[in-house]
Protein backbone atom coordinates (compact mmCIF):
# COMPACT_ATOMS: atom_id res chain seq x y z
CA UNK A 1 0.00 0.00 0.00
CA UNK A 2 1.26 3.62 -0.65
CA UNK A 3 1.83 6.14 1.88
CA UNK A 4 2.35 8.91 -0.62
CA UNK A 5 0.13 12.11 -0.68
CA UNK A 6 -2.80 12.86 -2.24
CA UNK A 7 -2.48 13.79 -6.15
CA UNK A 8 -2.38 17.52 -6.62
CA UNK A 9 -5.47 18.60 -8.73
CA UNK A 10 -5.83 19.34 -12.44
CA UNK A 11 -7.15 22.39 -14.01
CA UNK A 12 -6.40 26.00 -13.29
CA UNK A 13 -8.17 26.09 -9.36
CA UNK A 14 -5.29 26.17 -6.60
CA UNK A 15 -3.76 23.14 -4.71
CA UNK A 16 -5.76 22.26 -1.29
CA UNK A 17 -3.55 22.23 1.36
CA UNK A 18 -2.44 19.00 2.57
CA UNK A 19 -4.33 16.89 5.42
CA UNK A 20 -2.86 16.06 8.58
CA UNK A 21 -2.70 11.67 8.11
CA UNK A 22 -1.89 9.86 11.07
CA UNK A 23 -0.71 6.91 9.14
CA UNK A 24 2.65 9.27 8.27
CA UNK A 25 3.22 9.28 11.69
CA UNK A 26 2.51 5.23 12.25
CA UNK A 27 5.40 5.01 9.37
CA UNK A 28 7.86 6.93 11.00
CA UNK A 29 7.42 5.02 14.20
CA UNK A 30 7.86 2.04 12.37
CA UNK A 31 10.61 3.07 10.73
CA UNK A 32 12.31 4.50 14.22
CA UNK A 33 11.23 1.11 16.02
CA UNK A 34 13.06 -0.67 13.73
CA UNK A 35 16.42 1.18 13.78
CA UNK A 36 16.53 0.73 17.68
CA UNK A 37 16.09 -2.93 16.84
CA UNK A 38 19.05 -2.87 14.33
CA UNK A 39 20.72 -1.54 16.72
CA UNK A 40 20.23 -3.37 19.81
CA UNK A 41 21.01 -6.50 18.06
CA UNK A 42 24.47 -4.73 16.28
CA UNK A 43 25.03 -4.05 19.91
CA UNK A 44 24.23 -7.40 21.61
CA UNK A 45 26.26 -9.42 18.58
CA UNK A 46 29.53 -7.23 19.14
CA UNK A 47 30.05 -7.17 15.68
CA UNK A 48 29.94 -10.69 15.27
CA UNK A 49 28.09 -12.73 13.25
CA UNK A 50 25.21 -14.24 15.82
CA UNK A 51 24.51 -17.39 13.00
CA UNK A 52 28.22 -18.30 12.34
CA UNK A 53 29.93 -17.42 14.89
CA UNK A 54 32.33 -20.30 15.55
CA UNK A 55 32.82 -19.06 19.33
CA UNK A 56 29.04 -20.17 19.78
CA UNK A 57 28.95 -23.39 20.56
CA UNK A 58 26.02 -25.57 19.49
CA UNK A 59 23.89 -27.73 21.61
CA UNK A 60 25.14 -30.42 19.23
CA UNK A 61 28.63 -29.79 19.46
CA UNK A 62 28.54 -30.09 23.41
CA UNK A 63 26.35 -33.32 22.62
CA UNK A 64 29.10 -34.82 21.01
CA UNK A 65 31.94 -33.65 22.74
CA UNK A 66 30.16 -35.40 25.72
CA UNK A 67 29.54 -38.59 23.89
CA UNK A 68 33.67 -38.81 22.99
CA UNK A 69 34.64 -38.08 26.72
CA UNK A 70 32.36 -40.93 27.90
CA UNK A 71 33.89 -43.08 25.33
CA UNK A 72 36.79 -42.25 26.74
CA UNK A 73 36.25 -43.01 29.87
CA UNK A 74 34.59 -46.34 29.66
CA UNK A 75 37.55 -47.33 27.72
CA UNK A 76 39.48 -46.08 30.85
CA UNK A 77 37.04 -47.98 33.37
CA UNK A 78 37.31 -51.17 31.42
CA UNK A 79 41.07 -51.47 30.92
CA UNK A 80 41.15 -50.03 35.14
CA UNK A 81 38.86 -53.00 35.61
CA UNK A 82 40.80 -55.76 33.69
CA UNK A 83 43.70 -54.52 36.06
CA UNK A 84 42.07 -55.32 39.65
CA UNK A 85 40.24 -58.08 38.18
CA UNK A 86 43.92 -59.61 37.11
CA UNK A 87 45.44 -58.39 40.69
CA UNK A 88 42.50 -59.93 42.28
CA UNK A 89 43.24 -63.15 40.69
CA UNK A 90 46.29 -63.97 41.85
CA UNK A 91 45.33 -64.38 45.40
CA UNK A 92 41.80 -63.42 46.57
CA UNK A 93 41.75 -66.80 48.92
CA UNK A 94 38.40 -67.68 47.21
CA UNK A 95 37.83 -71.64 46.07
CA UNK A 96 37.41 -72.97 42.49
CA UNK A 97 33.66 -73.34 42.53
CA UNK A 98 33.11 -69.93 44.11
CA UNK A 99 35.52 -68.68 41.16
CA UNK A 100 33.35 -70.61 38.86
CA UNK A 101 30.11 -69.62 40.36
CA UNK A 102 31.41 -66.12 40.67
CA UNK A 103 32.13 -66.33 36.68
CA UNK A 104 28.68 -67.57 35.79
CA UNK A 105 27.29 -64.39 37.28
CA UNK A 106 29.27 -62.41 35.32
CA UNK A 107 28.64 -64.03 32.31
CA UNK A 108 24.93 -63.44 32.52
CA UNK A 109 25.09 -60.09 33.87
CA UNK A 110 27.10 -59.08 30.52
CA UNK A 111 30.39 -57.73 31.60
CA UNK A 112 32.37 -60.60 30.27
CA UNK A 113 32.29 -61.03 26.41
CA UNK A 114 30.62 -63.12 24.73
CA UNK A 115 31.03 -65.41 21.26
CA UNK A 116 28.56 -67.06 19.48
CA UNK A 117 26.68 -67.64 16.68
CA UNK A 118 24.99 -64.10 15.71
CA UNK A 119 22.61 -62.00 13.71
CA UNK A 120 22.54 -58.76 12.97
CA UNK A 121 19.44 -55.90 12.31
CA UNK A 122 20.27 -52.74 10.69
CA UNK A 123 17.91 -49.98 11.01
CA UNK A 124 17.81 -46.28 9.03
CA UNK A 125 15.92 -43.35 8.54
CA UNK A 126 14.40 -42.84 4.80
CA UNK A 127 16.04 -41.21 1.93
CA UNK A 128 15.71 -37.57 1.78
CA UNK A 129 12.47 -36.91 -0.54
CA UNK A 130 10.80 -40.08 -0.29
CA UNK A 131 7.13 -40.37 -0.79
CA UNK A 132 4.61 -43.07 -0.37
CA UNK A 133 5.30 -46.19 -2.59
CA UNK A 134 2.11 -47.64 -2.28
CA UNK A 135 -1.14 -46.84 -3.36
CA UNK A 136 -3.64 -45.63 -0.64
CA UNK A 137 -1.26 -43.80 1.87
CA UNK A 138 -0.80 -40.46 2.21
CA UNK A 139 2.41 -38.40 1.56
CA UNK A 140 4.97 -38.64 4.50
CA UNK A 141 4.69 -36.28 7.51
CA UNK A 142 8.44 -36.19 8.88
CA UNK A 143 7.94 -38.56 11.47
CA UNK A 144 7.18 -41.19 9.62
CA UNK A 145 10.77 -41.02 7.56
CA UNK A 146 12.89 -41.34 10.62
CA UNK A 147 13.76 -44.25 13.29
CA UNK A 148 11.97 -43.61 16.88
CA UNK A 149 12.62 -45.00 20.45
CA UNK A 150 9.86 -47.73 20.05
CA UNK A 151 11.54 -48.91 16.74
CA UNK A 152 14.87 -49.56 18.54
CA UNK A 153 13.14 -51.05 21.33
CA UNK A 154 10.99 -53.41 19.49
CA UNK A 155 14.02 -55.04 17.97
CA UNK A 156 15.67 -55.53 21.11
CA UNK A 157 12.77 -57.26 22.63
CA UNK A 158 11.80 -59.40 20.47
CA UNK A 159 15.80 -60.50 20.02
CA UNK A 160 15.18 -61.25 24.05
CA UNK A 161 12.32 -62.75 23.01
CA UNK A 162 13.99 -64.98 21.08
CA UNK A 163 16.24 -66.41 23.30
CA UNK A 164 19.44 -64.00 22.54
CA UNK A 165 21.93 -64.34 25.25
CA UNK A 166 23.68 -61.27 24.69
CA UNK A 167 23.15 -58.16 22.42
CA UNK A 168 25.25 -55.43 21.64
CA UNK A 169 23.63 -52.10 20.25
CA UNK A 170 26.11 -50.33 17.66
CA UNK A 171 29.51 -50.27 19.50
CA UNK A 172 28.09 -51.44 23.06
CA UNK A 173 26.86 -54.15 25.28
CA UNK A 174 23.04 -54.06 26.73
CA UNK A 175 22.87 -55.56 30.46
CA UNK A 176 19.87 -55.50 32.75
CA UNK A 177 20.01 -51.71 33.11
CA UNK A 178 20.38 -50.45 29.85
CA UNK A 179 18.46 -48.06 28.64
CA UNK A 180 17.43 -47.79 24.79
CA UNK A 181 16.65 -44.21 24.27
CA UNK A 182 16.02 -41.74 21.37
CA UNK A 183 16.33 -38.19 21.42
CA UNK A 184 15.50 -35.97 18.08
CA UNK A 185 17.35 -38.16 15.47
CA UNK A 186 19.93 -39.51 17.76
CA UNK A 187 20.17 -42.59 20.00
CA UNK A 188 21.47 -42.01 23.58
CA UNK A 189 22.67 -45.05 25.22
CA UNK A 190 24.89 -45.52 28.20
CA UNK A 191 25.99 -41.71 27.71
CA UNK A 192 27.05 -41.73 24.32
CA UNK A 193 25.46 -40.23 20.97
CA UNK A 194 24.98 -42.35 17.75
CA UNK A 195 23.62 -41.23 14.99
CA UNK A 196 21.43 -43.62 12.37
CA UNK A 197 21.86 -46.53 10.58
CA UNK A 198 21.60 -48.15 13.65
CA UNK A 199 23.25 -52.46 14.14
CA UNK A 200 21.91 -54.41 16.80
CA UNK A 201 23.50 -57.99 17.03
CA UNK A 202 22.86 -60.59 18.98
CA UNK A 203 23.99 -64.03 19.91
CA UNK A 204 21.87 -66.48 19.67
CA UNK A 205 19.97 -69.06 17.45
CA UNK A 206 19.70 -67.26 14.39
CA UNK A 207 16.81 -69.21 13.15
CA UNK A 208 15.19 -68.65 16.34
CA UNK A 209 15.49 -64.87 16.28
CA UNK A 210 14.64 -64.48 13.11
CA UNK A 211 11.21 -65.91 14.07
CA UNK A 212 11.02 -64.09 16.76
CA UNK A 213 11.55 -60.75 14.37
CA UNK A 214 8.97 -61.79 12.27
CA UNK A 215 6.54 -62.61 15.25
CA UNK A 216 6.84 -58.99 16.87
CA UNK A 217 3.86 -56.68 15.99
CA UNK A 218 5.44 -53.61 17.03
CA UNK A 219 8.10 -54.96 13.91
CA UNK A 220 5.06 -55.68 11.56
CA UNK A 221 4.06 -51.93 11.81
CA UNK A 222 7.32 -50.81 11.34
CA UNK A 223 7.35 -53.04 8.38
CA UNK A 224 4.76 -50.91 6.81
CA UNK A 225 6.66 -47.58 7.46
CA UNK A 226 9.70 -49.60 5.10
CA UNK A 227 7.52 -50.84 2.34
CA UNK A 228 5.76 -47.69 1.87
CA UNK A 229 8.01 -45.00 2.89
CA UNK A 230 11.22 -46.28 2.92
CA UNK A 231 12.51 -46.95 5.95
CA UNK A 232 15.99 -49.01 6.41
CA UNK A 233 15.68 -52.65 7.20
CA UNK A 234 18.18 -55.30 7.25
CA UNK A 235 18.67 -58.74 8.72
CA UNK A 236 21.87 -60.38 8.33
CA UNK A 237 23.34 -63.66 9.75
CA UNK A 238 27.32 -62.82 10.88
CA UNK A 239 28.56 -66.30 11.52
CA UNK A 240 30.61 -66.69 14.80
CA UNK A 241 30.85 -63.45 16.54
CA UNK A 242 32.36 -61.89 20.10
CA UNK A 243 30.03 -59.61 21.94
CA UNK A 244 32.03 -56.87 24.16
CA UNK A 245 31.58 -57.25 27.74
CA UNK A 246 30.01 -54.34 29.28
CA UNK A 247 32.74 -51.89 30.98
CA UNK A 248 30.69 -49.08 32.81
CA UNK A 249 29.27 -49.10 35.96
CA UNK A 250 27.12 -51.56 37.49
CA UNK A 251 25.56 -50.23 40.84
CA UNK A 252 22.41 -50.45 41.17
CA UNK A 253 20.27 -47.51 42.53
CA UNK A 254 17.37 -47.74 43.97
CA UNK A 255 14.73 -45.71 46.82
CA UNK A 256 14.54 -46.24 50.17
CA UNK A 257 11.71 -45.76 52.68
CA UNK A 258 11.37 -42.92 54.92
CA UNK A 259 12.43 -44.72 58.68
Not at 8 to 30: I, Q
Not at 92 to 100: L, M
Not at 207 to 213: D, F, Q, V, Y
Request: charged fraction near 25%; glycine fraction near 8%.
Amino acid sequence: MSNSADSPGTGSSPARPRRFRPVRVLTAAVFALAGLIFFTSFNTAKGTNIRTDTSLLKLSDLIQERSRNNGELGESNASLRHDIESLAERDDGSTKAEDDKLDALEKNAGTQKLTGEALTVTLDDAPPGATAKLPGYPEPEPDYLVIHQQDLQAVVNALWQGGARGIKVMDQRLISTSAVRCVGNTLILQGRVYSPPYKITAVGDPEKLRKALTASEAIQTYMVFVNVYGLGWKVEEDGTVTLPGYSGTVDLQYAKPVE
